[in-house]
């Protein structure tokens, strides 16, 4: 009996709400997607939601969710995530905290978030402001015990705190921070963290203001007409979570194909592979066609492949509805349509298609809500719908909820 093959492609942040700009139409239905649409005609088209309204709507709800775990039991905050991609081990009385390199400008109305990325600033650039900020704390902060920056890739970073048995807890689990890019071209003013431990994190994130303003690679971005890092912006707080393996819920093993931090660390938590590929940025710039070349060398050895896509999000947050259209065009000719073509010569497989949550162009911000799905494949019978989009998801009637149920429900488990 042949082996079923399993794809998952996360457009991430592609959901969206019609577009002025694009004629009243939303991204996905602006977009020229015909191998979507050919999974949407022999398939089943839905809706789902990956965000539990108790839980922040970003990626790291959403995706945990897509990937078929309940955020309501195993979500305890997005730096943990990140810290298991770097391979960070955390105790039990560990603290992750995401740490962005990021523009804040002076307004008339007070401070503004110019960029939450700072320029895209590179991960060599972003390693030495980190070391100066660690020599900032140990000097500003002499009496903290177990602090210390983490470098990541670009402006993705984190925060680590070890803590001891015996020693209180700095932070708490209701801690709440507002996610940077959440604040694109808007006051920072009332977007301090808010809980216990607040105080501290929002003190390390004023005084790194003085650590980096004369740093020599700010220095050298502003003669060079970049943006420079002007601070470290702390959120996503949270401790280890307690994952159970994908192979013992769902009985089988897995590849993440992703330039993000976060869902390499969820690929980590879950047990499976990750695949890196060159040139894969989590950019409007990054390299689709080797992802799609990557997937297919996976499946040949691997029974299910998921290849997550940022760059939909990203033009989300920069409210570009241009390069939003064009970025779902391209994950459609060099990812969805290569690998459907080669999923039919390879025998039984299901392909499933599908945003973590809306990302709106209007806001430049994530959100929750529900998302439309496809899933197509040996035994899926076809619902009627001849594109995949917010609109036609809707008309089908088919809901599947909570989202983290449309995992059982593509490896027909459920």
């Known amino acids: 009996m042949e082996t079923m093959k399993y794809l998952i492609v996360i457009p991430d942040g592609a959901a969206d709400a019609p577009q002025e700009s694009l004629g009243g139409r939303t991204p996905f239905q602006a977009a020229r997607t015909p191998a979507l649409d050919a999974l949407a005609a022999r398939g089943r088209v839905g809706l789902t939601n990956h965000v539990p309204e108790s839980l922040p709507p970003g990626s790291e709800v959403a995706c945990m969710s897509l990937l078929g775990y309940d955020p309501l039991a195993y979500f305890t905050g997005r730096a943990p995530l990140e810290a298991a991609a770097q391979g960070i081990v955390l105790g039990p009385h560990d603290w992750a905290v995401r740490c962005n390199l990021v523009t804040i400008s002076p307004a008339e109305g007070g401070p503004v978030m110019e960029d939450f990325t700072a320029g895209h600033i590179s991960t060599e650039e972003a390693t030495e402001l980190l070391a100066a900020c660690q020599r900032g704390l140990a000097v500003e902060f002499a009496d903290l015990v177990g602090w210390e ?116 660390g969820l690929a980590a938590l879950a047990g499976w592979k990750r695949r890196e590929v060159a040139g894969a ?118 809901v599947v909820e909570p989202g983290w149920r449309l995992m059982g429900t593509f490896l027909g488990k459920d």
């Open 149 to 264: 920056f983490k470098p990541g890739v670009s402006y993705r970073n984190l925060l680590i705190h070890r803590g001891r048995s015996d020693a209180p807890a700095p932070l708490s689990a209701d801690l709440r921070a507002t996610p940077p890019h959440d604040l694109m071209d808007k006051p920072i003013a009332d977007a301090f963290p808010r809980g216990f431990g607040s105080r501290l994190l929002a003190d390390i994130m004023a005084r790194s203001a003085t650590w980096l303003a004369d740093h020599p690679v700010n220095k050298a971005r502003s003669a060079a007409g970049k943006r420079p890092a002007t601070h470290v912006w702390l959120w996503g707080v949270g401790k280890a979570p307690a994952f159970e393996p994908f192979a013992s819920k769902y009985g089988m093993g897995g590849t993440m194909i992703t330039a993000v931090d976060l869902l390499r």
């Open 281 to 398: 940025t989590g950019y409007l710039d990054t390299d689709y066609a080797a992802k799609g070349r990557a997937a297919i060398d996976e499946l040949s050895h691997t029974d299910l492949v998921c290849v997550h896509v940022e760059a939909p999000d990203e033009a989300s947050h920069q409210g570009n509805s241009a390069e939003k259209v064009k970025a779902i065009e391209e994950i459609d000719a060099k990812i969805v349509g290569p690998l459907a073509r080669h999923l039919e010569s390879l025998g039984p497989h299901r392909i499933l298609v599908c945003p973590d949550h809306p990302t709106f162009i209007s806001t430049k911000t994530h959100s929750r809500g529900r998302v439309p799905f496809v899933i197509a494949g040996s035994g899926i019978a076809p619902g009627g719908q001849a594109t995949c989009d917010e609109v036609a998801a809707a008309a089908s009637g088919d």
